[in-house]
């Protein structure tokens, strides 16, 4: 039954033995178990390991104290998940790591020559392409939309264009950031493009400016906050699955659009959740800001309160005390 907590079938005998029979001596404790002494002793060894037991204080004749299942199991619980969130982490960075990989490929593939990669250089060079997909696309549009608060020239751009792709049938589907909320003509804006058919939801944090068209390409943004660098037109099928995993990973995880921001586990808010796991993993305030589309000052104001509210003195420590606390696990935002 506890299996899953790491415990074989022997350590459990012999624990539920220690709990049965907590006054008992060794010798009366491993015939309730019904056990050899060699598999007796192993099992106590595996739930030492675990930390499930311990001498038993004031005693002299060897006993044992097992810890009580509300806290020992809790504890395997607790490690179990910190071990799940840094594989959680593990993922996304991976996830990460291929699209940065790609703002770094050359512009023509070395091997075949085919423009698996190509920069376009500016504003208006992406402009123009933005346009042609749009002429192109068939049958979907996934998009980041970074930055938090959008621009009045953007948003007045985007209602006519989504409507006209709506009108072809193409299914548009956009992860804005949770700080829209924010922002209330940006609120308005993105209420109005979900009751006209595009399928909205809001993220605590996003990586980068990016649009995929129809599974074939991908737009990435060289950096969200000088758009004078251009972007990065990918099409190699391998690379745009790559994206794809990503865009569905982060949709997955996010909210549909409705209302102020939710709150995320326990006290924590989505945002600062997501904060927490930025500082866990070593971000700045100036890059933990970018990923939610906040000021820096707004990233250390909410970095400050969270390690005042985990009782650490380092942002190392917070990710710490957030582990053990249960904050940083798969799926919670």
């Not at 220690?18 to 060894?45: I, M, N, V």
């Not at 208006?124 to 696309?137: G, M, N, S, T």
């Not at 737009?219 to 000088?226: K, P, R, S, T």
Request: with cysteine; charged share 25%; glycine share 8%.
């Amino acid at each position: 039954m506890l299996g899953p907590l790491g415990l074989d079938a022997t350590a459990e005998t012999v624990y539920r033995a220690l709990l049965d029979r907590p006054h008992a001596p060794l010798a009366e404790q491993r015939s309730h178990a019904a056990l050899t002494e060699d598999q007796f002793e192993a099992g106590l060894k595996e739930l030492a390991g675990l930390a499930l037991v311990r001498p038993a204080s004031g005693s002299d004749d060897g006993r044992l104290h097992a810890v009580s299942p509300r806290l020992g199991l809790e504890m395997l619980l607790a490690r179990q998940r910190a071990e799940l969130a840094a594989r959680q982490q593990q993922l996304e960075e991976s996830q990460a790591a291929v699209a940065e990989l790609l703002c770094g490929l050359p512009a023509v593939h070395p091997a075949s020559g085919e423009p698996l990669v190509v920069h376009l250089d500016g504003v208006d060079q992406v402009r123009d392409y933005l346009a042609r997909i749009h002429e192109d696309v068939t049958e979907e549009i996934l998009t980041f939309a970074t930055g938090g608060a959008q621009n009045e020239e953007d948003m007045l751009a985007s209602g006519p264009l989504a409507e006209r792709l709506l009108s072809r049938g193409v299914r548009i589907r956009a992860v804005y950031l949770d700080s829209i909320h924010n922002h209330r003509p940006t609120v308005c804006h993105v209420t109005w493009l979900a009751s006209s058919g595009v399928e909205v939801r809001t993220a605590p944090s996003l990586s980068t400016r990016m649009i995929i068209a129809d599974r074939r390409l991908a737009l990435i943004a060289l950096d969200d906050q000088d758009s004078s660098l251009g972007a990065l037109v990918v099409t190699g099928p391998g690379l745009i699955a790559a994206l794809e995993s990503l865009f569905e990973s982060v949709w997955d995880r996010a909210e549909p659009l409705g209302g102020p921001e939710k709150p995320g586990d326990g006290p924590l808010t989505r945002q600062q959740h997501e904060t927490l796991r930025l500082l866990a993993r070593g971000y700045t305030d100036e890059a933990i800001a970018k990923r939610l589309g906040v000021s820096p000052r707004t990233a250390r104001r909410i970095a400050t309160g969270l390690l005042g509210h985990l009782d650490a003195r380092s942002r190392f420590q917070a990710g710490v005390h957030a582990a053990q606390l249960g904050y940083l696990r798969p799926g919670s935002r």
